[in-house]
């Protein structure tokens, strides 16, 4: 992800698309209201709580600003955001269905370790 993005709202934003991650997600990952949560995103709130930013960061695994678009998110930090969400997605049904889908599981968490390999 490139230094294009300024804001928290565009970086934050595009970090939602290419990931799939929701404001919900956001949401039961850091307690934030939800209403909060879709306020930056509609920029309704452009600055944010220091404990907010530090809270979203954390959930997404960067740093603050990172979040706030003074720092470029790596492509393989993107890539290890969209690994943990779909395990989130994979972790859900596994529950809803069974048996569970441990094959899938296996494999992201595969995925994930050689990722964080990297880091």
């Known amino acids: 992800m490139s230094n294009e993005d ?4 565009e970086v934050l ?9 929701t404001a919900t997600n956001i949401h ?16 309704e709130i452009d600055n944010p709580r220091v404990k907010t930013v530090q809270k979203i960061a954390k959930c997404l695994g960067i740093i603050s600003s990172q979040l706030l678009g003074e720092v470029p998110i790596t492509s393989l930090q993107i890539e290890l955001i969209a690994s943990r969400e779909r395990l989130r997605n994979l972790q859900k049904d596994s529950i809803e269905v ?6 899938e599981i296996e494999r992201y968490l595969k995925e994930i370790t050689a990722l964080l390999a990297k880091v």
Do not use: S
């Open 6 to 9: 300024k804001t928290m709202k």
């Open 13 to 21: 934003t595009r970090i939602m698309q290419e990931t799939g991650i």
């Open 28 to 43: 039961e990952d850091t307690k934030i209201k939800k209403r909060a949560v879709k306020r930056i995103l509609n920029g």
């Open 98 to 103: 069974l048996p569970p889908r441990w094959v």
